[in-house]
């Protein structure tokens, strides 16, 4: 099975996701994530979707579900780079994604992880 890449960039967690998200991928992402949470003790995550088309309910209901355990393992998650048509899609869909965090870009999304809360001081 594939697995996406999580990069250690001092406090925080960066996934840069490039590939079509099948949801086997998906599911091994929230658990690797949630190991390199506890291993690294990283206070923050940032998910770059910026190379995704698409996000259908259940890659949107993952990402609320990554955001929830982060937050229970002390990390706030930021997702970075949603298009426009992702954004309607996951509006359209009905999913709010409560608990994350929204930014334009990775500078952007790291920047509010590291105002807030003490992320990266």
């Known amino acids: 099975m594939e697995r996406l890449p999580i990069l250690k960039i001092g406090p925080m967690l960066l996934v840069s996701i490039q590939v079509d998200l099948r949801d086997d991928m998906v599911i091994a992402l929230q658990e690797d994530l949630a190991d390199r949470i506890v291993d690294t003790g990283a206070r923050g995550v940032v998910i770059d979707i910026t190379a995704l088309d698409i996000v259908d309910s259940f890659t949107g209901r993952m990402l609320a579900t990554i ?7 002390d990390a706030e998650t930021v997702v970075v780079g949603m298009r426009p048509a992702v954004a309607i899609t996951l509006v359209e869909l009905g ?14 999304g790291m920047r509010l992880l590291s105002s807030a809360g003490g992320v990266g001081r």
């Not at 955001?67 to 393992?73: G, H, K, Q």
């Not at 999913?95 to 952007?108: P, W």
């Open 95 to 108: 999913l709010s994604l409560d608990g994350i965090k929204t930014a334009l870009d990775v500078e952007r």
């Open 67 to 73: 955001a929830a355990l982060s937050r229970v393992l």
